[in-house]
């Protein structure tokens, strides 16, 4: 679990920055505002400008945790790609940092949501989904994130689940991974596809200008009844289930969350996800995993954020003295050579 020291938690998104202060994982004093897009300078600025709002509220941090939609390389803080927001190429750890004056430790958003929900079920060996625009997730092994080697691992969304299946949507060479099947993206691709092969169908009906059904559109079709909807939102869920079992089968985590803006859509899909999985998942794992809905909500990023820096101060501040113990047995060493 955290720790008690004061730290604060950023969620960098397309459309907002939200700032909250923590003690343990719970968010307080938490302040948005717009993302500002236009440029690299213009973002670090309004972040900076949201940061300091709490700060002037709170006092200064121990350390401050930013979650952003980009691959992170962990150790440096340095921001590898970035889809939405204009951050790529940008040594974001540093740059805070030399703007903050305190410790910043910066990760992708996905990550920090698992490590929220990971404090909120709580469980040290979790995976957690998140399911949107494009499909996301993190993994938690003994309570720390899972990154991998370089800090870019667990990009959940990209699991392959059929090599022959269709493009991925997202930034990604890939073809028939979870993305390509579980992501607004696809959903949308898929409901209008059907509704352009049957021209007499709601979703035909439902098609818009830009010639696509929305997400909105087809989720309302769903619920009262229209058996192409349902179609679409069926496969959609048996796919689901096929990555859930997968992510069983290699992470054998306690708890496995579904989040996200789909996640709004559980009803739909949720129990035909569960029950492929169950169908697909090894059977000595899959009794020991609970599936559910994420708890974090809208504050889970900047729990999460926060988290993860109170982590870091915390692993920082134990460490120092095994340093210390080693300088001094080193000075120890070196006063005493000659003497036999």
């Known amino acids: 679990m955290a720790s ?16 909250a202060a923590l003690r343990g994982a719970e968010a307080r004093h938490r302040i948005e505002h717009r993302t500002e897009l236009t440029s690299t300078p213009a973002l670090l600025n309004g ?19 930013v979650g952003v939609p980009s691959q992170i390389e962990y150790s440096t803080g340095s921001v590898e790609t970035s889809v939405n927001i204009p951050l790529a190429g940008v040594a974001l750890r540093a740059e805070l940092g030399r703007r903050f004056g305190v410790p910043v430790f910066v990760d992708n958003d996905a990550n920090c ?42 990009e959940l969304g ?28 696809a959903l949308e691709r898929d409901a209008s596809e059907l509704g352009r092969d049957k021209p007499r169908s709601r979703l035909a009906r439902a098609l818009g200008s830009d010639g696509k059904v929305s ?42 969350a579904i989040g996200g803006g789909l996640s709004r859509a559980s009803h739909l899909y949720f129990q035909r996800a569960v029950q492929e999985a169950a169908t697909r998942a090894l059977p000595a794992l899959w009794r020991r995993v609970d599936v559910s809905l994420a708890r974090g909500g809208a504050d889970a990023g900047v729990i999460g954020a926060g988290v993860l820096a109170a982590q870091e101060v915390e692993e920082h501040r134990l ?19 000659g003497v036999e």
């Open 4 to 19: 008690d020291r004061l730290v604060l938690g950023v969620d960098v998104g397309g459309t907002k920055i939200a700032v």
């Open 47 to 65: 972040l900076e400008r949201t940061v300091r709002e709490v700060i002037a509220v709170v006092g200064t941090p121990a350390a401050i945790g």
């Open 113 to 154: 949501a698992a490590l929220a929900e990971a404090q909120l079920v709580p469980s040290d060996d979790l995976v957690m989904l998140t399911l949107g625009t494009g499909v996301g997730g993190g993994v938690i092994v003994g309570g720390r994130i899972f990154r991998g080697a370089n800090g870019l691992g667990a």
């Open 158 to 185: 990209h699991f392959p689940i059929n090599a022959d299946g269709p493009r991925c949507p997202g930034n990604c060479p890939n073809s028939g991974c979870l993305e390509a099947y579980c992501s607004g993206q």
């Open 215 to 256: 997400g909105h559109e087809l989720v309302t079709a769903a619920e009262e009844g229209d058996p192409d909807a349902l179609l679409v939102i069926e496969r959609f869920g048996r796919m689901l289930g096929v990555g859930i079992a997968g992510y069983v089968n290699v992470f054998q985590p306690e708890h496995l």
């Open 319 to 337: 460490a120092a003295p095994s340093e210390r113990q080693r300088d001094t047995a080193k000075a120890n060493t070196t006063g005493t050579e």
